[in-house]
Nanobody, 116 residues
């Protein structure tokens, strides 16, 4: 079992920045990939960014150059630095982990609201 707790969401004006954090606990040795997803009202949940245990990253096209995912293995925490935020980034952001056995775990979500 892996437990994920997100923090760092909030309200920000367009052009501003936020940093999301996701602290993992439990069977963290089994985690292979960690990522951030988001879900806006009326839309499907989508992958925003992901990072492997080896440090490889990938991003959804609309956030490339604005968002950066990173992980601190000593703190068992993954971060999402979000810069140049746009109103269309407004969503609930969820932390996700996938274990070596391909089991999915999710955090409770944190709201990000970008005002125009």
């Amino acid at each position: 079992q892996v437990q994920l707790v997100e923090s760092g969401g909030g309200l920000v004006q367009a052009g501003g920045s936020l940093r999301l954090s996701c602290a993992a606990s439990g069977s963290i040795f089994s985690i292979n990939v960690m990522g951030w997803y988001r879900q806006a009202p009326g839309k499907q949940r989508e992958l925003v960014a992901a990072i492997t245990s080896g440090g490889s990253t990938n991003y959804e096209d609309s956030v490339k150059g604005r968002f950066t995912i990173s992980r601190d293995n000593a703190k068992n925490t993954v971060y999402l630095q979000m810069n140049s935020l746009k109103p269309e980034d407004t969503a609930v952001y969820y932390c996700n982990s996938v274990t070596l056995r391909r089991l999915d775990y999710w955090g409770q979500g944190t709201q990000v609201t970008v005002s125009s």
